[in-house]
C-alpha cells in the first residue's frame, strides 16, 4: 500500500505566527506517527518562515517512522542540514529563494550534471534521494539518467484538472510517467495538492506509487474533521492503490 507522509510545516506556520510553542510541532509530530502516518515531511526555507532549522534536529531525535526533508539544494545551509541529520530520504525541489510554494519539477536533462553531483553527495551519506519532476516522460527520463533513486510527480496540475471535472485528462500523463518510472527502476512518490476528493483516484491508476507526501490540504481539513480521523481518512484513500 502506498505510504501516507504528512508535511507539517503548516503546523509550524501555524505555532511562529504567535511565537512561542503552541502548537507543539515536536508533540503534533508525534501524533500525527501515532495516528497511523507513516513518515513526516519538513520542507525548511532560509527564512524559517515555518519550520526552523532547529526543528529538523529536535524531529530527527524523536521521529520513529520515516523521516523525509525537502528543499533546494542550491543552498548549501541545506545540504548541511540534510547531511548533520541523514533522514531516511531527500526531496530535492527547485524553488527559488523566497518561492511561497514548489510550483514544477526540474528540468532533469538542463540540470543533469549539477543534479548527478548533488544526488551523489546524498547517496553517499546513505540517504535515499527523490527529485520533483513534472509528469513529462523526457524528464523522468533524465532523472535515471541523474542516479536518483526515485521521483515525486508534482501534482498541481493533475489537481486542477481533476477539479474541473477532467479526470481522464488529468491522470493520463502521470499513468504514462510512472510507467516509464516503473520501467526505468525509479521508485514514484508523489505530491502538491491532493486532497481527499482526488487523491483515491489518483493512487487507483498509478501504477507502483511508493508514497505521497500531503500537507496544505490534510492540515486544513484536520480544523474540521480532527486531525486523528484526518488521517486515517487519507490513509483510506490509499487502502486501493495499485
Not at 32 to 46: D, L, M, S, W
Not at 222 to 236: C, D, F, I, P, S
Request: charge should be negative; glycine fraction near 8%; hydrophobic fraction near 40%.
Amino acid at each position: 500500500m502506498t505510504k501516507l507522509s504528512v508535511n507539517i510545516n503548516k503546523i509550524a506556520t501555524l505555532r511562529n505566527s504567535r511565537g512561542g510553542n503552541n502548537p507543539d510541532l515536536i508533540k503534533t509530530a508525534l501524533d500525527i506517527e501515532r495516528f497511523g502516518a507513516e513518515g513526516i515531511t519538513v520542507h525548511p526555507r532560509p527564512d524559517e518562515r515555518h519550520i526552523r532549522y532547529a526543528d529538523v534536529y529536535d524531529l530527527k531525535k524523536v521521529i520513529h517512522t520515516e523521516f523525509n526533508i525537502e528543499g533546494n539544494c542550491t543552498e548549501q545551509s541545506f545540504v548541511d542540514l540534510v547531511l548533520a541529520n541523514k533522514p531516511a530520504q531527500v526531496t530535492l525541489v527547485p524553488d527559488a529563494i523566497g518561492q511561497l510554494t514548489s510550483n514544477h519539477g526540474w528540468n532533469t536533462i538542463e540540470h543533469k550534471a549539477y543534479l548527478t553531483d548533488m544526488i551523489a553527495v546524498f547517496k553517499n551519506a546513505g540517504i535515499r534521494v527523490s527529485i520533483f519532476v513534472d509528469p513529462v516522460i523526457e524528464m523522468v527520463e533524465g532523472a535515471k539518467a541523474t542516479g536518483t533513486d526515485r521521483i515525486e510527480l508534482y501534482t498541481e496540475g493533475y489537481a486542477k484538472e481533476y477539479a474541473i471535472g477532467n479526470k481522464q485528462q488529468a491522470i493520463t500523463p502521470y499513468i504514462a510517467a510512472a510507467k516509464k518510472a516503473n520501467e526505468l527502476g525509479l521508485g514514484i512518490n508523489a505530491g502538491h495538492d491532493l486532497d481527499l476528493h482526488n487523491l483515491k483516484f489518483f493512487a487507483e491508476n498509478i501504477p507502483g506509487l511508493l508514497e505521497v507526501s500531503i500537507g496544505h490540504a490534510l492540515i486544513c481539513d484536520a480544523l474540521y474533521l480532527g486531525l486523528e480521523n484526518t488521517v486515517q481518512l487519507y490513509k483510506r484513500q490509499l487502502q486501493t492503490s495499485v
